[in-house]
């Protein structure tokens, strides 16, 4: 059981828009930066949104990020097949004293 | 180019240790803290490890007085001693770079891992 609660699995067709919610605690999401992962099949994690809605350089603009009190979501807009990987948010945790990380969401493009 | 290349993987008995390593390059490693994040097949990621600039180290209750982490900046590379392991240890284990912002801290550069696999 994670810490973060994501849903297992979103779908949506293509050029629509996704939303991927991550559910935490007034210890880690509630206090402190949430940061988004995207992990394309076969791959290694990659930086996807920081400091709750930060784009790193490289990063489509059709990904942003919001933050509200204990919840953070990841927004995906004009939806692509390329898109289609694993997304995990994380965040450090003031009560575990350690980074927590959700349980992922698949995300299938129609 | 910032490079994290992972290695020593492999098959490992229960009860026994293997040492991993992250080769670094393409930027000033003494100056970031450095972090292990491991996959089990199938799994989402978490986090196993942490170790400061000043060589202060962080670990979960779950691998805790198991694995060792730590660094030489001289070879700028990053281990991990992992010694007592068990089954549920498996996975890909990734090395991260930590960047650290005003307010912020994310990985913001991944290795592409090495698999261990314990097992008897």
């Known amino acids: 059981q994670s810490v973060l609660t994501q849903p297992p699995s979103v779908s949506e067709a293509p050029r629509q828009r996704v939303t991927i919610s991550c559910s935490g605690s007034s210890s880690n999401i509630g206090n402190n930066a949430v940061n988004w992962y995207q992990q394309l099949p076969g791959k290694a994690p990659k930086l996807l949104i920081y400091y709750d809605d930060l784009l790193p350089s490289g990063v489509s603009d059709r990904f942003s990020g919001s933050k509200s009190g204990t919840s953070a979501s990841l927004a995906i807009s004009g939806l692509q097949s390329e898109d289609e990987a694993d997304y995990y948010c994380?965040?450090?945790?003031?009560?575990?004293?350690?980074?927590?990380f959700g349980g992922g969401t698949k995300l299938t493009v129609l | 180019e910032v490079q994290l290349v992972e290695s020593g993987g492999g098959l490992v008995q229960p009860g026994g240790s293997l040492r991993l390593s992250c080769a670094a390059s393409g930027f000033t490693f003494s100056s970031y803290d450095m972090h292990w994040v491991r996959q089990a097949t199938g799994k989402g990621l978490e986090w196993v490890s942490a170790i400061g600039t000043a060589g202060d180290t962080y670990y979960p209750g779950s691998v805790k007085g198991r694995f060792t982490i730590s660094r030489e900046n001289a070879k700028n590379s990053l281990y991990l001693q992992m010694n007592s392991l068990r089954a549920g240890d498996t996975a890909v284990y990734y090395c991260a770079r930590g960047r650290i912002g005003g307010d912020y801290v994310d990985f913001d550069y991944w290795g592409q891992g090495t698999l261990v696999t314990v097992s008897s």
């Open positions: 994380a965040a450090w945790d003031d009560r575990l004293n350690g980074w927590v």
